[in-house]
């Protein structure tokens, strides 16, 4: 199975609008989170970026009502999209060049239907959950599709809390994941710069400071992994 991060594979995408979906059968595994961080990576490249919103939950939407506030036109949000077809065929022939879908977590069909859309699979996972078994799944569906997949482990303890039982958790999981799938495989830390974005609407990549070096970091390692 090919290993690829979201940058170099869409890179290599033939046609016009290349589409990345965010995708977990299980709710609350950061999701969201990626989406938009993510999207705002891609648009800081110069590109023309469509968020479209397939979750009901409307996560991705409060995050693109905090985010007009700050008078940021960009990444373009679909929201209420009940076909992911119809709004990938909607945003290619409106120009965009990168989609990310924010994947509801549901049945096994639509989660299906998205991986079939998609052109690579982000999948999210928590360290603290005990049941990788969605992840998995979603994992199994795409290497069976021939979507190539970067693994994300969300909500690690930082490295300074390196003898962290959780921290340890996390490492272990990354390394079966990378053996199972071949695939890439980044850790998400427990960091209070993802916190502040998601209630601000922006993206880390937006945050100035020293403090958000590690948190752009970690957003780099997964676009480019």
Partial sequence: MRSAGVL?????????????????AKGGVGKTLLTTQLAVRAVNDHNLVA??????????????????KHDIDAPTFFSGVSDPEEAIQAADLAGYEIAFLDGAPGTLTATETVIGQ???????EKSSNDDM????????????????????INDVPKRSDQ?????SKAEGLAKAIRARFKCSVVMICN?????????????????????SRHAKSEIDELYNA
């Fill in 51 to 68: 968020v479209i919103d397939l979750d009901p939950s409307g996560g991705t939407k409060k995050w693109i009502g905090a985010r007009s």
């Fill in 133 to 152: 078994g969605n992840a998995v799944l979603v994992a199994t569906l795409a290497v069976a599709a021939g979507k190539p997949i970067v693994v994300a």
């Fill in 118 to 124: 998609a052109d690579v699979v982000v999948i999210p």
């Fill in 163 to 167: 003898g962290d039982y959780q921290r």
């Fill in 8 to 24: 170099r594979f869409v890179g290599h995408c033939m046609g016009h609008l290349k589409t990345v979906a965010v995708l977990n």
């Fill in 191 to 211: 960091r209070d710069q993802y916190l502040m974005t998601r209630d601000e609407g922006i993206g880390v990549y937006e945050l100035t400071g020293s403090g």
